[in-house]
């Protein structure tokens, strides 16, 4: 029988969402240190167009639906950051 109340302790799910969130983090931290190649949020936003464009024409549908995810997330890392597209507008 279970116990009406959960334990105190976390769950081995929740503590592997804390070590990712952890390791997103100091990603997004190293990140934010290193200076920027020329060009880079360009070229993430160009590999996100292809990769879009080529999950739409993929038979399969879990590769289709991984290539249009990952394709919008670079899609996105393109405009957005320190130099990405909407950065540089705003800066105008």
Excluded: W
Aim: glycine share 10%.
């Amino acid at each position: 029988m279970r116990p009406m109340y959960p334990s105190s302790r976390p769950s081995a799910s929740a503590l592997s969402l804390q070590r990712v969130a952890g390791l997103i983090r100091q990603l997004k931290a190293f990140d934010d240190r290193r200076p920027s190649v020329p060009g880079e949020h360009f070229v993430a936003f160009g590999t996100g167009t292809a990769l879009l464009l080529r999950g739409r024409r993929s038979a399969s549908p879990v590769l289709r639906t991984l290539a249009c995810a990952g394709g919008l997330l670079l899609m996105a890392r393109g405009l957005s950051g320190r130099d990405g597209l909407l950065a540089r507008l705003r800066r105008r």
